[in-house]
């Protein structure tokens, strides 16, 4: 389904009666795609129920079928977890990006990332769907995939994979997420954090704006897991100083009346 029609049949008390009965029942096999959709009617379902206020809406016995169900499911048609990436990565790019943090979602809650082998974690990882704060919210996983992830950080496959990982580390500095964040043993030995700040700075000459601002407060943080040496703090302050030189030096344009 589309993820539109999802958020519609949640708000469609019969249609939503009769899909439960009809998608929930034990004895009968879903797709991929159905399984899929399941979970997210379920998750879309657990944040109805969180702000309901009227009682007699209750979506507990729902919410309970579709758990039933999504279990039924992983452990008997895809009880090979690698066949879930496989799925995943064959839906149509449209698809595949709406529903990416519910898939993310799925293997986390069941706790299913450590049941990947290498090269499937390895291929979902450097895909552009893998959602870090959903990996490594699980130290199993950080632990098992060490090599994997430490190295997805110091060799970024592309610019965009640079910038998404700097975003991340960014936002795990500063505690921007709900749940902790687990890094590899080896990830500050190894200076993955100091690595990516200094790739990133080089990536995104000429200087813009949006990204170059970025690096404020970068060098007021203490914590031997984003371990920053004096040259990198030194270039960082050195950018921010050039961009806001060249910013004040920049023209002012007058226009005529």
């Not at 169900?69 to 008997?76: G, P």
């Amino acid at each position: 389904m589309e993820l539109s029609q999802i958020h519609s049949l949640i708000d469609d008390n019969n249609k939503l009666d009769s899909f439960i009965k009809n998608q929930c029942d034990l004895s009968i096999n879903v797709s991929f795609s159905e399984l899929l959709d399941l979970f997210i009617v379920k998750s879309l379902l657990e944040q109805k129920n969180y702000w309901n206020t009227d009682k007699s809406l209750s979506v507990d016995a729902y919410i309970s079928n579709l758990k039933k169900k999504i279990s039924k499911t992983l452990n008997t048609t895809f009880y090979l977890t690698n066949s879930l990436i496989t799925n995943f990565l064959q839906l149509n790019k449209d698809e595949a990006t709406k529903k990416t943090l519910y898939f993310n979602k799925l293997l986390t809650e069941n706790k299913l990332w450590t049941r990947l082998d290498n090269n499937e974690f390895q291929l979902f990882l450097n895909s552009e769907y893998a959602e870090l704060s959903c990996i490594l919210s699980d130290k199993k996983v950080a632990d098992k995939f060490e090599n994997i992830i430490v190295n997805f950080f110091i060799e970024p496959n592309d610019k965009l994979t640079l910038l998404s990982n700097f975003l991340f580390l960014r936002s795990a500095v500063f505690n921007d997420f709900d749940s902790l964040i687990y890094f590899p043993k080896t990830f500050e030995k190894k200076y993955c954090f100091q690595i990516t700040v200094n790739k990133f700075i080089d990536s995104i000459l000429p200087l813009k704006p949006d990204e170059t601002l970025l690096l404020a407060d970068l060098t007021l943080v203490n914590d031997k897991n984003f371990y920053l040496d004096e040259v990198t703090k030194t270039k960082i302050e050195y950018t921010l100083d050039k961009f806001v030189n060249s910013s004040q030096s920049a023209p002012i344009l007058v226009f005529g009346t």
